[in-house]
């Protein structure tokens, strides 16, 4: 299954969205943070994605994968970027045991 997770305006012209398997820690689904343009008057929607959630690149070169199930908040903050945010249900998130609640995660994605 694929479920739009989350959507927010970041400005007049462009919006962004998650996109998510029906998965959790396994690589053979998908996490996307998805940039749209807004519908409009003339205006056609179109998507692209603007960063693989399971391939993050960080400041200091490495990678970061986000294989969680729930996430699924997504807010514009200043400079383009965006936050994604995992709500991490216990006991049912990814980050820790049966018995340990998760941490709240949330993934800042800057522009390209």
Same mark, same amino acid.
């Given at each position: 299954?694929?479920?739009?997770? #989350?959507?927010?305006?970041?400005?007049?012209?462009?919006?962004?969205?998650? *996109?998510?398997?029906?998965? !959790?820690?396994?690589?053979?689904?998908?996490?996307?943070?998805?940039?749209?343009?807004?519908? #409009? +008057?003339?205006? /056609?929607?179109?998507?692209?994605?603007?960063?693989?959630?399971?391939? @993050? !690149?960080? +400041?200091?070169?490495?990678?970061?994968?986000?294989?969680?199930?729930?996430? !699924? #908040? /997504?807010?514009? @903050?200043?400079?383009?970027? /965006?936050?994604? /945010?995992?709500?991490?249900? @216990?006991?049912? #998130?990814?980050?820790?045991?049966?018995?340990?609640?998760?941490?709240? !995660?949330?993934?800042?994605? *800057?522009?390209?």
């Amino acid at each position: 299954m694929t479920a739009v997770a #989350g959507s927010a305006l970041v400005d007049d012209s462009a919006g962004s969205a998650l *996109e998510r398997a029906d998965t !959790e820690r396994r690589a053979d689904g998908f996490k996307r943070q998805m940039r749209f343009t807004p519908p #409009g +008057p003339g205006r /056609v929607v179109t998507t692209q994605t603007a960063a693989d959630l399971f391939d @993050l !690149e960080l +400041p200091d070169g490495g990678t970061f994968a986000c294989p969680c199930w729930t996430i !699924e #908040g /997504v807010t514009a @903050l200043p400079g383009g970027r /965006v936050a994604n /945010v995992n709500d991490a249900p @216990l006991p049912f #998130g990814c980050g820790g045991g049966a018995d340990t609640p998760d941490p709240t !995660e949330r993934i800042v994605v *800057e522009p390209r």
